[in-house]
Structures are given as structure tokens and as C-alpha cells.
């Protein structure tokens, strides 16, 4: 989780999802208050496109919500 300067205030250890499948993903106590970005990082291999993609056509997509970060810089 990243606040909303983007300066990463908590994480929690990598985990690999099943395949066709759903995984509950406990995340420890992060606190904050105010805006907050959630971040999922993922390997899009060729086979595993679907795994933890973006939602491109959910309710709140006009909002344009979606940031990543290679790292080093932060882009729509």
C-alpha cells in the first residue's frame, strides 16, 4: 500500500494464485488515513494473461484510477 504522495507505507510477502481459482490473501494491519493506492504486483507470462489483471470495465473505470510503478517512476 502506498499513501497518497505514492511513498510505500506497508506490504506483505509475495503468494502465487491458483490456477481457475480464488485465494484469500491476508494483508498484516497497515495503518493510514486518507487517500491510498493498493498494488498488485504480477508476471504477465503469455500463458497466465487473466491472472490479477486490471478491471478495464468495471464501474469506476471513467475515474481513470489506474497507476503503476516500474520502481522508479509512477505513470497512468
Not at 493498493?38 to 507470462?45: P, Q, T
Not at 486490471?54 to 475515474?63: A, I, L, N, Q
Request: with cysteine; net charge negative.
Amino acid at each position: 500500500m502506498f499513501d497518497g504522495a505514492k511513498t510505500l507505507i506497508g506490504s506483505r510477502a509475495p503468494f502465487t494464485p491458483p490456477a481457475d481459482g480464488w485465494l484469500t490473501v491476508n494483508v498484516p494491519d497497515i495503518p493510514f488515513t486518507g487517500m491510498f493506492y493498493a498494488m498488485v504486483k504480477w508476471d504477465n507470462f503469455t500463458e497466465q494473461s487473466n491472472y490479477l489483471g486490471t478491471d478495464e470495465d468495471g464501474p469506476y473505470t471513467y475515474e481513470d484510477l489506474c497507476w503503476y510503478s516500474d520502481g522508479t517512476s509512477w505513470e497512468k
